[in-house]
């Protein structure tokens, strides 16, 4: 029997534009796992089994005299995505497929099956893949599972940067740039997925960032789920309609991601911090030119106690509920924060930043 894990994330910076080329957004990997552990059928058929992930619901839309299915937030349809991708390219090693079961375990959602938007699809993602490569004995690189699971994740989701994924594989603090997903649907037309994953992908770029000793990192769930996929097929229908703000917006999220990686480069916290609140700036005008809610009362809260406090605070990721982040230097009283977010209907989250070297 084989076990994987792969770590959920949470977005420091970034959000919305490193969903464009050429523009970068700061993530952690935290120490919260979604586990998969595999070995060959004893029977005749093979058995895919997750222990939280129950499917209750479906959303769906009406289009014309269809209704169709929005299976996105469904994990099943990620480890189903994995299994495939990753079959495919150990087919292409010449290696014999087998029957398997495979389970999967996540501790990525609370226990009574409140989603707080950690990234359980990408981790899922990235378990799943590695589970399958482990099982054929394939030995994989980091950049391998990365694309393998950038892949998987992209064919289901078909929109997001896989900032979420790169987080999941590489772990700590990272910087990340997403790749050209016209490059990318082009070669899979002409190459096999073995040649596409052995290719540089213009525009990919991943990097180790280290943190100054005394930043921390807190976090704060406002108890409210969110749909990022959803979120952000709102923005992507409204781009063409804002293209001037939305260039602006783009180019000033760049400039301020790339400051506040000089921040970590030169262990600066206080402008780590001033360019957190920059960044916050920036998606409060994103939200409002799109006419979305990024920065939900509860999450406003959340970040007005943590100023308060003298912590520098933004939403994190797509935002509309999930988590907020925090970070802050060694004179910020987090315990006195935290209890005043309690009072305020904001759960105090004690996961710390994984890395995995
Ligand atoms: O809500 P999260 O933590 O999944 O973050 C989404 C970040 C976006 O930039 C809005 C989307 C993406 O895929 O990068
Ligand atoms: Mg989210």
């Keep these: 029997m084989i076990t994987t894990k792969a770590p959920g994330k949470l977005y420091i910076a970034g959000e919305y534009a490193v969903l464009e080329q050429n523009c970068p957004a700061i993530l952690v ?52 995505s994995a299994i495939n991708f990753t079959e495919q390219f150990a087919l292409e090693q010449s290696i014999p497929l087998a029957l398997y ?14 989603k707080y938007g950690l990234g359980s699809s990408a981790a899922v993602t990235v378990a799943t893949v590695k589970a399958i490569l482990a099982f054929y004995q394939i030995e994989a690189s980091n950049d391998l599972i990365f694309k393998l699971s950038a892949l998987s994740h ?22 990340y740039q997403t790749f050209d997903k016209d490059w990318l ?6 190459k096999t997925l073995s040649e596409v994953v052995g290719e540089a992908w213009p525009g990919l770029k991943i990097q180790v960032l280290t943190p100054p000793e005394d930043l921390h990192l807190v976090i704060g769930w406002s108890q409210k789920p969110a749909s990022t996929s959803r979120l952000v097929d709102q923005t992507n229908a409204k781009k063409k309609t804002i293209q001037p703000e939305y260039n602006a917006f783009l180019q000033q999220s760049r400039r301020c991601v790339l400051e506040m990686i ?24 994103f939200a409002k030119m799109n006419q979305i809610a990024i920065e939900i009362p509860r999450l406003n809260r959340l970040i007005t106690i943590a100023e308060h406090f003298g912590g520098a605070a933004k939403t994190s990721g797509a935002g509309n509920g999930d988590c907020g982040i925090v970070l802050a230097d060694g004179h910020t009283n987090i315990e006195a924060m935290k209890m005043e977010w309690r009072k305020n209907g904001i759960l105090p989250l004690n996961f710390w930043v994984h890395s995995i070297i």
């Design 154 to 175: 992209y064919s289901v989701q078909k929109n997001g940067s896989a900032g979420d994924i790169a987080a999941s594989v590489y772990g700590g603090w990272l910087a």
């Design 101 to 114: 079961d495979l389970h999967v375990n996540s501790d990525l959602d609370s226990a009574d099956g409140k």
């Design 262 to 285: 000089k921040g970590f480069d030169h262990n600066d916290i206080a402008l780590i911090q001033k360019k957190i609140r920059a960044n916050r700036k920036l998606l409060r005008r």
């Design 29 to 80: 990997a935290l120490n919260s796992f979604v586990r998969v552990t595999i070995a060959k059928s004893i029977g005749t058929t093979g058995i895919i089994h997750s222990k939280q992930y129950q499917q209750d619901s479906i959303h769906w839309t009406r289009q014309g005299t269809k209704m169709v299915i929005d299976n996105r937030d469904n994990p099943f349809e990620y480890i189903l």
């Design 185 to 190: 649907k082009a070669e899979l037309e002409v």
